[in-house]
């Protein structure tokens, strides 16, 4: 699957009633704080969106959202630049840079992230079409990534089938998955 284009959301089990103002300072501080590689650029409050982004930070290689897509609040990461050799590297170093982000901001704020479920989403139309023939193309390379992330567990997948949206994925494992868990199993 020739995308880089990627996106990842963790849903909050706890802290989905934090106020946008407290993301929009907790992002802010990222800025000032960031002394990564990768450029983040500015903090964007959309809290008067319903069922969008809550609270957007941009960055160069990514962006990252409080997000209340579907009426369930999480936390979107969305793949702007490449980030490894190839299909499977892109969606795995996406969902390990997701879990990182969410454990940072269980370690900083009063928040809890259900790694049970999750949504990926391909943000290509062109390269990555919402139909069965992207979904096969990228079974075995799922498939692989969720036999490591979730250790086997069963795991249900259903794609969003309405050509008109981006290729949407969402899975729910079963059992219960820490976010340290998940990056364990990714390491």
């Given at each position: 699957?020739?995308?880089?284009?990627i996106?990842?959301?963790?849903?909050l089990?706890?802290?989905?009633?934090?106020?946008?103002?407290?993301?929009?300072?907790?992002?802010?501080?990222?800025?000032?704080?960031?002394?990564?590689?990768?450029?983040?650029?500015?903090?964007?409050?959309?809290?008067?969106?319903?069922?969008?982004p809550?609270?957007?930070?941009?960055g160069h290689?990514?962006?990252?959202?409080?997000?209340?897509?579907?009426?369930?609040?999480?936390?979107?990461?969305?793949?702007?630049?490449?980030?490894?050799?190839?299909?499977a590297?892109?969606?795995?170093?996406?969902?390990r840079?997701?879990?990182?982000t969410?454990?940072?901001?269980?370690?900083?704020?009063?928040?809890?992230?259900?790694?049970?479920?999750?949504?990926?989403?391909?943000?290509?139309?062109?390269?990555?079409?919402?139909?069965?023939?992207?979904?096969?193309?990228?079974?075995?390379?799922?498939?692989?990534?969720?036999r490591?992330?979730?250790?086997?567990?069963?795991?249900?997948?259903a794609?969003?089938?309405?050509?008109?949206?981006?290729?949407?994925?969402?899975?729910?494992?079963?059992?219960?998955?820490?976010?340290?868990?998940?990056?364990?199993n990714?390491?």
């Amino acid at each position: 699957m020739p995308t880089h284009k990627i996106s990842v959301k963790l849903y909050l089990d706890q802290g989905r009633d934090i106020a946008p103002e407290i993301w929009f300072k907790i992002f802010n501080n990222w800025i000032s704080a960031h002394d990564g590689a990768d450029v983040l650029l500015d903090v964007a409050d959309y809290s008067h969106v319903p069922n969008g982004p809550v609270t957007l930070l941009i960055g160069h290689e990514y962006d990252l959202s409080i997000d209340d897509t579907d009426a369930k609040r999480g936390l979107l990461y969305n793949r702007k630049q490449p980030g490894g050799d190839g299909f499977a590297q892109q969606l795995s170093a996406a969902v390990r840079a997701t879990c990182e982000t969410c454990r940072r901001l269980e370690a900083e704020e009063d928040v809890v992230f259900r790694g049970n479920e999750l949504r990926i989403i391909l943000n290509d139309r062109l390269n990555a079409p919402n139909t069965a023939g992207t979904h096969a193309a990228i079974q075995d390379d799922l498939q692989a990534l969720l036999r490591q992330l979730y250790g086997g567990a069963e795991v249900a997948v259903a794609r969003r089938e309405d050509a008109r949206q981006r290729f949407t994925l969402d899975l729910r494992a079963e059992g219960d998955w820490p976010i340290e868990t998940l990056l364990k199993n990714l390491s």
